[in-house]
């Protein structure tokens, strides 16, 4: 996956990008784990993936399909999955999730 400027990808941009990203999901992994997280406009996974190393129960959600592929292919885990859909119209029953992130 190529970096285009929309969506961060770790490796491919520059180093203070990259810690400003993930700062964002590590200061996250106290306050969810062991909980059902849902990663609205996941990008291409990599939130999602620091948020299931805390034993979180993680589904990243994007509108593109390229990039939920790509995802689903680097970043895999048992706790971990990701939908094709619209944060419009997601697709899962209310009060499925403990904790919704959005970055």
């Not at 849902?38 to 593109?64: H, P, Q, R, T, W």
Request: glycine fraction near 4%.
């Amino acid at each position: 996956m190529d970096f285009t400027g929309e969506r961060f990808i770790p490796n491919e941009s520059d180093e203070e990008l990259e810690i400003e990203h993930t700062q964002r999901y590590n200061m996250l992994n106290q306050l969810v784990e062991n909980k059902s997280v849902l990663d609205a406009v996941c990008g291409e996974g990599y939130g999602s993936f620091l948020l299931s190393n805390s034993e979180a129960k993680v589904i990243g959600i994007d509108i593109d399909s390229e990039t939920i592929n790509h995802a689903k292919k680097r970043y895999m885990k048992d706790n971990l999955d990701y939908f094709v859909t619209s944060i419009d119209h997601i697709p899962f029953p209310d009060h499925s999730f403990d904790i919704i992130v959005s970055f």
